[in-house]
């Protein structure tokens, strides 16, 4: 390292430590909340269903829970290495409204698998480990007092096993299935006669500590796919099983699994024309391999305008570097960056040092102003965590279980609490320009015309966003399927009573901007969300 750069990386690390010693928690923006203080189970992967439920969802094969299942509803695995008769629930739902817990029955191993919600709300479940690796599961979700369970199906299952695979929903309401330990392939939710298809891409982006795993997948509003996975991204026609285009590779070492960072599709607005997409964080090649837990994550950030012509990354740097962080798509269009480690990799027992502080990624602002340092927790949440937007705006936290069983004695336990961390935009001093949905339609059709009713208390002085969030699949520091679509609005004109307005509407055009299925519906004033209404788009 020359001179110059020493001395600018002490003047960096001396603005941290200045910026700690100077804000209190109380100056950062952003509150936490306890909402469940014991949930029974570590959630690996969370799903928030349009009954305002959530499904919570570790593996089975991790011994005794603290949730037992019902009497009468014992599991029993001959293969199970821990417990041939199983008692313990591996899955929950929770109920948003009361803080409720209520167990759910898996039968087969859901260990880093996958999932998405299909057009009609149901949550589709793939692979997993040992018994689970071909499986094919489903859930219809239902609020708390219903008897909604896990089914899993036995006349179809995937053609290859899937262990760390992501899916996304297309247009037509088909999931493809892709990757996942040791399948270089893609395959389809409902399955296709072909069964597998080889995708090349993601063998030539192993490495020799794979860092392939759990690919970052996003629908592009052009009907295509933006696969990412180790350093290197391509445009993926999965129509005819062809490579489009070959993006330049990002700089700044491995990005998915066991060296994970995050990554989101920013907004898609305007004419949909164009997508980007950020990628953060990761570990550094080697902290694998080597079992390093205090080998510093990487803090870059790349972004590239997948839909352009000729596009190139844009790297800018988090105020801290950050492995299995999530990013959540808020409903204002800003992106949440939070959980995970600041040294180490994926894996048991191999991460130190949590990151505690949250991040506010504001993409409109100038490079170089886009972070802002948000109000710290104070839960640990580590390997196999989760974060998802709730409708009322807050962000769901739950799981961290960095061991191969539930343990508690240990500097990084077994995480069972729920948290719910709100941002800045649902603080009291916002409270009289939160807009709230009062009418608006149940179904919507592509490209038909709508209005929504929303009550502000004080005038609106600007155009009142109507914005469509999807339901993703939260697991390994990626949202499977998560998109925030932005609807072209009229301006709120008064609407017949004090503080009433009417927004007209038009919705996606087409599946391809946004998949057919259950979304939330938020209408944004000033950057402040209302809590959100479920609507159908087909």
Request: charged fraction near 15%.
């Amino acid at each position: 390292m020359d001179q110059t750069s020493f001395l600018a990386s002490q003047l960096c690390c001396c603005f941290i430590i200045l910026f700690h010693l100077t804000h209190s928690r109380a100056d950062l923006p952003g509150t936490w909340e306890l909402l469940v203080a014991d949930a029974g189970i570590a959630s690996m992967h969370t799903a928030v269903t349009r009954f305002n439920t959530v499904v919570l969802l570790d593996r089975t094969n991790i011994g005794p829970s603290r949730k037992l299942l019902p009497k009468g509803h014992c599991r029993f695995d001959k293969n199970d290495a821990v417990l041939k008769l199983d008692c313990y629930a591996h899955s929950v739902l929770l109920d948003l409204h009361t803080n409720q817990i209520r167990p759910l029955k898996i039968l087969t191993d859901t260990w880093c698998s996958s999932g998405q919600f299909l057009p009609n709300g149901t949550l589709l479940q793939t692979g997993g480990d040992l018994d689970g690796f071909k499986k094919i599961r489903k859930i219809d979700p239902c609020d708390i007092n219903g008897s909604c369970d896990w089914v899993e199906l036995n006349d179809v299952e995937l053609t290859e096993g899937r262990w760390y695979a992501s899916n996304q929903i297309l247009p037509d309401g088909s999931v493809i299935i892709v990757g996942g330990r040791g399948s270089n392939t893609v395959e389809f939710y409902p399955k296709r006669i072909n069964g597998a298809v080889s995708f090349p891409f993601l063998l030539e982006a192993e490495d020799t500590q794979m860092d392939n795993l759990y690919p970052y997948v996003h629908l592009l509003p052009n009907g295509h796919l933006f696969v990412f996975a180790n350093t290197k991204a391509v445009m993926y026609d999965y129509t005819k099983n062809i490579v489009l285009t070959v993006y330049p590779q990002l700089d700044g070492g491995p990005r998915n699994y066991p060296s994970a960072g995050s990554s989101v599709m920013l907004p898609l607005q305007g004419d949909y024309s164009n997508a980007e997409i950020v990628i953060c964080g990761g570990a550094q090649y080697g902290a694998f391999l080597e079992r390093s837990t205090d080998t510093p994550a990487h803090g870059s950030c790349g972004r590239i305008s997948a839909t352009q012509t000729d596009p190139v990354w844009v790297t800018e740097d988090m105020p801290y570097g950050r492995i299995m962080g999530d990013m959540v798509m808020l409903p204002n269009g800003d992106v949440l960056i939070i959980n995970g480690a600041m040294s180490g990799s994926q894996g048991f027992d191999m991460a130190s040092n949590p990151c505690l502080n949250p991040v506010l990624y504001r993409p409109n602002e100038p490079l170089g102003l886009r972070f802002m340092v948000l109000n710290p927790g104070t839960v640990p949440r580590m390997y196999h965590s989760t974060a998802n937007l709730l409708p009322d705006g807050r962000v769901l936290l739950a799981g961290s279980n960095p061991h191969v069983f539930y343990t508690f004695d240990a500097e990084f336990p077994t995480e069972l609490r729920i948290e719910a961390f709100s941002p800045e935009y649902l603080g009291p001093d916002k409270a009289n320009i939160r807009p709230e949905i009062l009418e608006v339609p149940e179904t919507v059709l592509f490209g038909a015309t709508f209005n929504v009713i929303v009550s502000v208390e004080l005038p609106v002085v600007e155009i009142v966003e109507v914005n469509l969030a999807s339901a993703p699949f939260a697991t390994h520091s990626f949202s499977q399927g998560q998109r925030l679509v932005k609807l072209a609005v009229t301006s709120a004109v008064p609407d017949g009573g004090v503080g009433r307005y009417r927004i007209g509407c038009t919705a996606p055009p087409n599946g391809m901007v946004a998949p057919p299925g259950y979304y939330m519906v938020f209408a944004v004033n000033q950057g402040v969300p209302s809590v959100a209404r479920w609507v159908h788009v087909s």
